[in-house]
């Protein structure tokens, strides 16, 4: 059994040099083995040489795994505003699975080995997405305030973009600098109103706002009379965000009890430690007990993201 164990162990480090070679240093490690035929590709008439052309931008335009991986990654350390690079993201990937492999370890289980450490690996990206969160829930708290103003200011103007610059210093961060960018667009880069308002909606993922920037594109292409139809919109915005409040507090409290549920299930395993060790020792060294308790972890890990799936923000639509 020990030796098991040690082949584990070797294989996990094993794979994970190979990643971390892929990721940093893009480095094909699988192809030191297998041996590439190349073939040549005769294509015998025009059409299957279009064909052919299509079918390799598709696949060239497609984002692969690591791609959007990483751009997911990015995007999260970017709106958390957290001073961390994508090489320092993860080495703390690394070392923080590491507390879950040796949690799999102390239990022997290669089983929770795998599992935990790929868990644990998470955390960092947690940390960092929870920061960003906190910030979407500003933005959207800031929006109908921030859009009030401007609104009220580009009523007396016949561009928005002095509309959003007279009123620049009344918007707090963090929505401060998407404004300050689009008006920089405009008056530095010489882009054009339009350009500059997509990019704009681009940074900022709320409905309401996005109305917003539509109607200004619209007042901005078909007629200035157009822009009146913005006033409702921050008044509209404020009448959801009561009712969700409501629904908000519902989901919230079913999901403490969840995650209250989840944590207790490793507390309640160290209590069999001290308190009934001959079911600790059937877990933890009999191979029943440990496929059991590994089957138990891919249990609750897929209950979890269905709860978290089932639980996010209900979308509330008022008459």
């Known amino acids: 059994m020990p030796l098991f164990y040690r082949l584990m162990i070797t294989l996990s480090m094993l794979i994970l040099l190979v990643t971390i070679s892929k990721l940093i240093f893009n480095f094909d490690i699988v192809g030191l083995f297998v041996k590439v035929d190349v073939r040549d590709k005769r294509i015998k008439n025009y059409s299957d040489i279009l064909k052919e052309q299509r079918r390799r931008e598709i696949l060239n335009s497609k984002p692969g795994l690591k791609e959007r991986v990483l751009k997911r990654v990015t995007m999260a350390i970017e709106l958390s505003e957290v001073d961390l690079s994508i090489s320092q993201f993860i080495t703390y990937s690394l ?140 008044e509209d915005m404020r009448d959801v965000q009561q009712e969700q409040s409501k629904f908000d507090l519902i989901r919230k409290k079913y999901n403490r009890e969840f995650i209250a549920t989840i944590v207790f299930m490793p507390i309640n395993l160290m209590l069999l430690r001290f308190g009934y060790r001959d079911y600790y020792n059937l877990l933890v060294y009999d191979v029943r007990g440990k496929i059991s308790l590994g089957i138990i972890a891919i249990g609750l890990i897929i209950v979890s993201y269905k709860q978290y799936m089932d639980n996010k923000p209900i979308k509330i639509e008022i008459d």
């Open 95 to 234: 070392l923080f699975s590491s507390i879950g492999v040796f949690i799999g370890l102390f239990l022997r289980n290669p089983i929770l080995m795998v599992i935990l450490g790929g868990l644990t690996s998470l955390l960092p990206f947690v940390f960092i997405h929870n920061k960003a969160k906190s910030k979407f829930a500003l933005i959207d708290e800031l929006l109908p305030t921030v859009m009030g103003i401007i609104i009220a200011q580009y009523l007396h103007e016949t561009d928005i973009i002095i509309a959003i610059e007279k009123k620049l210093e009344q918007i707090p961060a963090p929505l401060n600098r998407h404004f300050t960018s689009c008006i920089n667009e405009v008056q530095v880069l010489n882009k054009d109103t339009v350009t500059a308002l997509k990019n704009l909606g681009d940074k900022i993922e709320n409905y309401y706002f996005n109305e917003f920037i539509k109607l200004a594109i619209q007042a901005e292409e078909q007629g200035q009379n157009l822009k009146f139809t913005m006033v409702s919109i921050p």
